[in-house]
């Protein structure tokens, strides 16, 4: 398993969004690929959103906290390793049940970035973490 996950994350595809169980993730990271990991809440609204994948992926402190500013950071990300982006959400599941709404638009942020990335040849993956 964790061979699959590993070769599937370091390509990149046109598929970028996944989901995986705790126990997956756990044989994920014990296999050293280059992970950038968040926990989100349980009331994920759009701001706290912001401040969660502003964190992790370290953005400037110029990011303006909105859907515009993200989708420029998502397709610029020139202070992290060159070698590929894999954002892994720990408790996933319970963040989608409660608010749907700015999940669904970060996707679309997320597969338009994908789409450059793709173009650039460069890893580019959304890892849902649930349970």
């Known amino acids: 398993m964790k061979a699959l996950w590993r070769d599937t994350l370091e390509k990149p595809s046109a598929t970028s969004v996944h989901f995986c169980c705790s126990e997956e993730f756990d044989l994920l990271v014990s296999s050293g690929l280059q992970l950038y990991v968040a926990t989100l809440v349980e009331d994920v609204s759009s701001q706290a959103l912001f401040g969660i ?32 982006i894999v954002l892994a959400l720990r408790d996933a599941n319970r963040a989608c049940v409660e608010n749907s709404l700015a999940l669904r638009r970060f996707l679309a942020s997320w597969s338009e970035a994908n789409e ?8 580019f993956h959304l890892l849902f973490v649930c349970g």
């Not at 992790?56 to 950071?73: E, Q």
């Not at 450059?116 to 460069?122: D, I, S, T, V």
């Open 53 to 84: 994948i502003a964190e992790v992926l370290r953005f400037p402190a110029c990011f303006g906290s909105n859907w515009d500013a993200l989708d420029d950071c998502l397709t610029d990300l020139e202070w992290l390793a060159p070698v590929g």
């Open 116 to 123: 450059f990335w793709l173009e650039a040849n460069r890893p």
